[in-house]
C-alpha cells in the first residue's frame, strides 16, 4: 500500500459551500475513506454535476471532471470504461440526481456501472435559492411553491431497490464512521454503488435539519433484526420507514459490473492501449464488403 | 450508349426489397461494374410502398438516374407510382399474380411474370424476388453463374436447401425472360474489372472511426445513423472495445466526453433531433477543451420532419448550435471515401485541438450504397495530439497547468491515472490549473486561447477539394453526398460546351476562406449549391468574405435527391438570363 496522506487529497481552494453545509462532512468522509485505503490521488477519478454538491471536485485533488447539469452517470462511465483501472466516482445532488437526471440514475443501475455514486440529498435546490426539489417533502413551501409542495418525493433507496441496484446505502453527513464506512463497501463492491447521503442545506431547509434526522433516523447497521441481503425485505424495511435510514440497506455479492459483462472488452484500461489496427485485420473487415 | 442504366425494383416494406437491390447491386458490382443504390422508403416497418434502384455504370456514379431502363413490381401501387419512370418500350416485370394493369398513356412494355408461382413451385414463397434477379439479370444479358455464385455464398449458412432454393429461383426466372425473347433487351457497357467494394458511407465511416483507433461508442437508435452503432457493435468487442446503446443522446455524448477526457478515443453518431440534444454536452468539450467526435447523419428538419428523406439543413446548428460561443471543427465528407478519411480524421483532429469534431454526414451519403476501389488506411496516421509527458509531471514542484497560455492555444492534457497531472476539467470558466476563475482578464485570455487554437485551420490542406475550376466560367460550390449529382452535372455541361467546375467545401469551420477564395477567383459565375432551403453554407460564406455580384444559390429541399439534370437546369438558367 503506498503512503496516503489527507495532504494529498486536499487542494488549495477556499470553499463556496456555507457554513454547517452538510456537504463539508461528504467530502471529508470520501478524503478520510479514499486515505484509510491507500488509494494515490491520481488513481481517482471523481465526476460531479451541477449544483452545491457538484462543487466537490474543486475541494478534492483527485482528477476531477465538473459536467453539464444531471450527466454525471454517462459521463462517469465514460471514463471508467475509458480507463477502468480508476476509481470512479460520480458525486451530485438530489436536483442533479432524481430530477433532470432521473434518467440516467435507472439507467446506471440497472446497467450496473463500475461507478460509485454519492448523493448529497439536502431536499431543496440551494444554489438557486430554495425552490423544492424532487426529494422535498409533500407540503413544504418555498418561493418557487408558496402554497406547498403539491408532488410527492421521489424515494431514492427504493427507486434504486426496484431498478436492480447491487448496493444500496444511506448515510447522514453528520455520521462520519458510519458514512466512511458506507463508501469504503462501495468502493470496494464490484458494480454501481448507490450511497445517499442525507446531507443538510441550513441556509433554505428548515425541515429537513440535523435535529430533525438526529430525531428521526433509524440505523439499520445498529438493528440486529436487519440484514441487508435481501431485495425485497430491503424495500419493505425503507418503505415501512419512509426512507428514514441509515446504513448498508442492501448488498448483493453476485454482482456482476457491466464492464465485465460486455462481450470482449478489453481487461487492461484502453487509454493506455495501442490502438492502431493491422493491416490484416483492416483488410479481412473490407473484404466482407465484396 | 448510355452513360449508365437503372434497375428498379419496389413493393411493399417488410418484403425484402433492400435485400434483393443489395444482391442485384453486389453480383453487379462483382462483375465489375459501379454502382450507385439508393432507395424510397418510409418510417413505418411493414407496409407501404418502398423501392430500391441499382444505377449502373462503367465509371463511378453516386446520383440519381432520371429514368430507369428496368422496372421489377411486386404490388400495383409499384406500377403506379413509378412506371413513368419508364422509356417507351422499356420492360416492366409484374408478378402475374397482381393482374398488373398499366397506368393511361404508359408506354412501357408490360411483362408478366409469374413470379409467386415460381416461386411456390421451387419450394419456397421467400424466393420469390429471386425469380425477379434472375429475370432482371436476362434482360441485361447477365451471366447466371455470378448470381447463382453469390446466392450460394449467401444462403449457405442457411443450409444446402435454402440455397438451391434461391439458385433454382434464379435459373426459373432467367429462363422465363429468354424464352420471351427478351434476353439482353438492354446491353451493359463493357465493365471495368478491379477490387471493388459495395459500401455506405456509414459502413466506412464506422470502418474509418475503427481505423482512428476509436474504442467506444455511445448513440440512442435514430434513422440514419443507426447502422454506424450496429456495425461498430458487430466490430468492436474484436478489438477490446464497447459500444453503449444509451438512455437519450444526452447520455451518449456525455459518456463520450468522460471516455475522451480518461484517453480513450470514442464518438457518437446521431440525427438531426438527437443532434440538437447533444448541443449542451458539446458546449462541455469545447469549454473543457475535451475531444469529442459527433458524428451528424442529416435528414430533413425541424423537429422530426421527414426522417426517411435526405437534406444538409443541420449546417449552421453544426457550427453555431448551444448557448455561449464554443469551439467546434465541423467537416463534411460527400463519398463513402470521404467517410472514411473523415472517420478517420476526425480523431486526429479531436485530440489535436482538443475540441468537439462534428462530422457532417447526410442521408444519402449514410444510406446508399456505393463503389469504393480503396480504402486508404496507409494515408492516414493515429495522432493523439499534445499529452504532457510522466517525466515533465514528475519535475513539477507546482500543480499542473492543464490549460497554460501557450502561443497556439493548445495546452498539453493529462491523463487520469498520470501521476502529478490531477487537475480540474470543468464546463466553469477556469484559470490556467483549471481552478474556477470569474476574473474579467482571465475569461478575455481563455476565450481567446480557446479561439485562436483553431486559426490554422482555415487554411488546412484538404480543406476543400476543386475539380475543374481552372477554365471555369461558372463554379459550382457544394458540400456533403451532392458532390455526385454536381460532379456529373459538370461532365453534362462540359459536353454541352459549357466550362463548369465544382469546389467542394470538405471542411465547414473554421471556413477555409483562403482556397475558397482562390478557387474562386477566375469563376465568371459561383453557383453555390445545397439541399436545404436558407442557403446554410452560403451564410457561412459570407461570413467568410466570400460573397459578391457573382453568387448565386441552388437550394434543393423537397427530400429527393438531387439530381444532375436540376444541377444542369440551374446552369443553363444562370446562362440564358444572365449570360456566363
Redesign the interface.
Known sequence: METVTLQDYKTSEKSWWCPGCGDFGVLAALQKTLVKLGIPPHRVAIVAGIGCSGKMGNYINSYNIHVVHGRTLPSALGVKLANRDLLVIAAGGDGDGFAIGMNHFVHAVRRNIGVKYIVMDNHIYGLTKGQNSPTSDHGQKVKAAPFGNVESPVRPLSLALTAGATYVAQGFSSNQAQLARLIEGAIAHPGFAFVNVLSPCVTYNKINTYDFYKQMLHDLDEDPEYEPDSRGRAIAAVLEREELVTGLIYHDPGSVAYEDALPGFAEEPLAGRDIALEEADFLELLASYR | MPKSLAWMIGGDQGEGIDATGDVFG?VL??LGYCIYGYRHFSSRIKGGHTNFTVRIAADRVLAPQANVEVLVALTQETIDRNAHLLLPGAPLLADSQLKPVLPDGCEARLVEIPLTQIAREVGAAVVRNMVAVGGSAALFGLPLEAFEAYAREKFERKGETVALQNVEALRRGHAFIEELGLMGRFALPAPRPRE????TGN?SLA?GA????C??M?AYPITPATDIMENLAG????????V?Q???E???I?????????????MTATSGPGFSLMQ??I??ASM?EIPAVVVDTQRVGPSTGMPTKNEQSDLLAAVFGGHGEGQRIVIAPGTAVQAFADGFEAFNLADRYQCPVIVLSDLALAQWLQS?EA?P?EGHA?DRGAIVAQEELDRLTG?FERYRLTEDGISPRA??????????????EHASS???SEAPQNRIAQMEKRSRKLDPLRARPGAIETSHTDDAEVVIVCFGSIVGAVDEAVELLRQDGVRAGRVQVRQLWPMPDVPLAAALRGAGKVLVAEQNATGEMRQLMRIAGLEDDRYRSLLHFDGTLLSPQRVVAAVQELSVKEGV
Do not use: H, W
Not at chain 2, 471493388?196 to 459500401?199: A, K
Not at chain 2, 475503427?210 to 483507433?213: D, E, I, Q, S
Open positions: 453486389r458490382s462483382r471493388r467494394y459495395l459500401m459502413d470502418l475503427l481505423a482512428a483507433g474504442r467506444i455511445a466490430l468492436f468487442p474484436r478489438f477490446g472495445g464497447a453503449c444509451m438512455e437519450d444526452l447520455a451518449a456525455t459518456l463520450v466526453i468522460g471516455a475522451n477526457y480518461a484517453g480513450a478515443r470514442a449542451e454536452g458546449g462541455l473543457a469504393v480504402l488506411p493515429i500543480e491523463l487520469p491515472g498520470m501521476p502529478k497531472g490531477q487537475f480540474l476539467a470543468t464546463g466553469v483549471g481552478k474556477v
